[in-house]
């Protein structure tokens, strides 16, 4: 199975802030690798998909990049409806494995 | 709009069955692989399989392997998730994913596993 390692486990920042979370796979995935925020009680809301790809009605300043087995979600400029959990999701072979997520919150 | 809408989760007993269902609507169900996903009180995400457009395939992770079939009734478009032999360890919030490239996720049900 693919291992994922994301960081940090908790993150505190301020609005306007640049936030960065971060999964590290255990093997190269060829970028199948997709970003998650989850509410508390709602559905995971996919943001990013193969790696760098903007889900459609995601605000543009969520991006993601990597490749190989280093991958990275970025937040140009935290707002407060960003606070949420992240986790990330690798689909290049199965069982398809999930990171355990970020809390994010504001300072 | 896509949505997908769980429901039959709840209270059972150690070793017994429950089956799960999963409403799609707003795209082509017949079209999509589908996915069964759950997350235990704390934990982590965990993928539990999938299964084929057309029913023929199912994939399934190694710790519910012989313990839960995955199934789907595409004239209804339902996506089934039939349990048994359940362990405590089962107790989580069960989802249903568009398996496009896991899209759309349902709300989730809710499954305890107690006696």
């Known amino acids: 199975d693919i291992q994922m390692t994301p960081s940090p486990s908790f993150l505190s920042a301020s609005v306007g802030d640049r936030v960065t979370f971060n999964c590290k796979t255990s093997?190269?995935?060829?970028?199948?690798l997709n970003w998650y925020q989850q509410k508390l009680g709602e559905a995971p809301k996919l943001l990013i998909y193969n790696t760098n790809n903007l889900q459609t009605g995601i605000p543009s300043r969520f991006s993601g990049s990597g490749s190989g087995t280093d991958y990275t979600l970025t937040i140009s400029s935290l707002q407060p409806e960003d606070v949420a959990t992240y986790f990330c999701l690798q689909h290049y072979s199965r069982p398809n494995t999930f990171g355990a997520g970020t809390k994010l919150e504001l300072k | 709009e896509v949505q997908l809408v769980e429901s039959g989760g709840g209270l059972v007993q150690p070793g017994g069955s429950l089956k799960l269902s999963c409403v799609a609507s707003?795209?082509?169900?017949?079209?999509?692989?589908m996915n069964w996903v759950r997350q235990a009180p704390g934990k982590t995400m965990e993928w539990i399989g999938d299964i084929k457009p057309d029913g023929s395939n199912t994939n399934y992770a190694p710790s519910v392997k012989n313990r839960f079939t995955i199934s789907r009734d595409n004239a209804r478009s339902i996506l089934y998730l039939q349990m048994s032999n359940l362990r405590s360890d089962y107790t989580a919030t069960y989802y249903c994913?568009?398996?496009?490239?896991?899209?759309?996720w349902g709300q989730g049900v809710m499954v305890t596993v107690s006696s």
């Open positions: 994913v568009r398996a496009s490239y896991f899209d759309y």
């Open positions: 707003g795209f082509t169900f017949r079209d999509y692989w």
């Open positions: 093997q190269n995935i060829n970028k199948y």
